[in-house]
């Protein structure tokens, strides 16, 4: 399937005066006694996608309802375009709500309807005329690669075509910002990448800004240029995405990355004692040019037979280089493992001592 976008299958978007598209400024939205949103602030520029990722209850969908004004800030500013939708009446919002287009986990296509009617949609309550509304919706499933599926029910499509008609519904009035609420958590880890390949072609193509709120770290990083992380209502950390993989500063972020980042295998975890053992076990996180696997080399050669690999990997984030190792440092020589420790963290290197391996032979 062609998940490309043609640059001629779509107009780009109007341009607005604004570089931020979106910009929250102390929003607080309390239930009772939770503080669902606890001063959240934020922004988001033209072009960019930002992730927004948290565990369950941390405030995610209490941030979509109110950015799309599903439901009322308590206090704080939401900007969209330079407009504060927390002074704008019912009636005033409508038009604005119109500039932001959502994307649902269960995608929410109308199964009564073809996919070019469900496409079209919002063009039909916009009062858009039949056929320049047909038009346009198939230039947008041209765009999504589902040109052959204009009159086809949503019940004959698999998940990720399907969830291609919510981009293409989404995409159909032109909007500056694109919602994604959890887009990809219904999909297998094949058509997640698909999806998340097509999304990122439309932001490269059309300069559409995202705002893509997920609780899976995999999917930031797939796609996010920056990445916020939030928790309990508050934001936790943010920063470029490659930077915040590299060297998370909040319990939270580490342990949302956990999955995704090496870690040290069970079996020698168990074993390990804080005090004493045969080898220092090391976790050793780098990133940028350090990160690419000379650094090792240089170990080796200022100070032999001080280490062995025991398990990690380089990734690739944004371009840059991301790696994380874990080695096992000698206890017979006990100044060994600061020498060691001095010397990577001289160069840039995050390191940590896990414990002593117990076991090793
Ligand atoms: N209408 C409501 N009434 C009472 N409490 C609410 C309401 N909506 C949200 N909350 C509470 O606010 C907090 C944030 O909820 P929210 O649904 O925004 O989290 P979330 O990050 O979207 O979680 P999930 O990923 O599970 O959907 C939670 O403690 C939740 O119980």
């Not at 976008?5 to 006694?33: M, N, Y």
């Not at 503080?35 to 941390?58: C, F, H, M, Q, Y």
């Not at 981009?167 to 999909?187: M, N, Y």
Request: net charge neutral; proline share 4%.
């Amino acid at each position: 399937m062609n998940s490309l976008v043609s640059a001629t299958a779509i107009e780009t978007q109007p341009q607005a005066a604004a570089e931020e598209v979106v910009k929250l400024t102390d929003v607080k939205r309390r239930f009772g006694a939770t503080p669902a949103l606890d001063g959240i602030s934020l922004t988001v520029k033209r072009g960019e996608i930002l992730g927004i990722i948290g565990r369950s209850g941390a405030g995610k969908s209490t941030l979509i309802r109110c950015l799309n004004g599903l439901e009322r800030a308590d206090s704080g500013e939401i900007l969209i375009e330079g407009r504060d939708i927390t002074r704008l009446q019912e009636q005033d919002l409508q038009p604005l709500r119109r500039r932001i287009g959502m994307i649902f986990q269960h995608f929410n296509l109308l199964s009564a309807k073809t996919v070019e009617e469900n496409v079209a949609l919002p063009l039909k309550i916009e009062g858009v005329a039949k056929n320049e509304r047909l038009k346009r919706a198939h230039e947008l499933l041209d765009l999504v690669g589902l040109a052959d599926k204009a009159k086809a029910y949503p019940s004959s499509l698999s998940g990720g075509q399907k969830q291609r008609v919510g981009i293409a519904r989404a995409l159909a009035a032109r909007p500056a910002l694109l919602l994604s609420d959890e887009a990809t958590s219904a999909l297998d880890p094949e058509t997640t990448r698909s999806i998340l390949a097509l999304l990122r072609d439309i932001n490269r193509k059309l300069g559409l800004t995202i705002l893509l709120i997920t609780h899976e770290m995999e999917v930031v990083r797939g796609i996010a240029d920056r990445v916020a992380v939030i928790d309990a209502g508050r934001i936790a950390e943010e920063g470029q995405v490659w930077s915040v993989f590299a060297n998370p500063q909040a319990d939270i972020t580490g342990s949302l990355l956990g999955s995704i980042r090496p870690q040290l295998p069970d079996h020698i975890a168990r074993r390990l004692s804080v005090t004493t053992g045969s080898e220092a076990i090391l976790s050793v996180d780098l990133a940028g040019p350090e990160a690419q696997g000379a650094l090792f080399a240089e170990l080796s050669a200022a100070l032999p037979h001080s280490f062995r690999l025991v398990h990690g990997g380089i990734d690739h984030i944004q371009n840059q280089p991301v790696a994380r190792f874990f080695i096992a440092v000698p206890t017979r020589d006990p100044a060994l493992a600061g020498k060691v420790e001095q010397f990577l963290t001289a160069r840039s290197a995050r390191v940590e001592v896990l414990g002593y391996d117990t076991d090793h032979a």
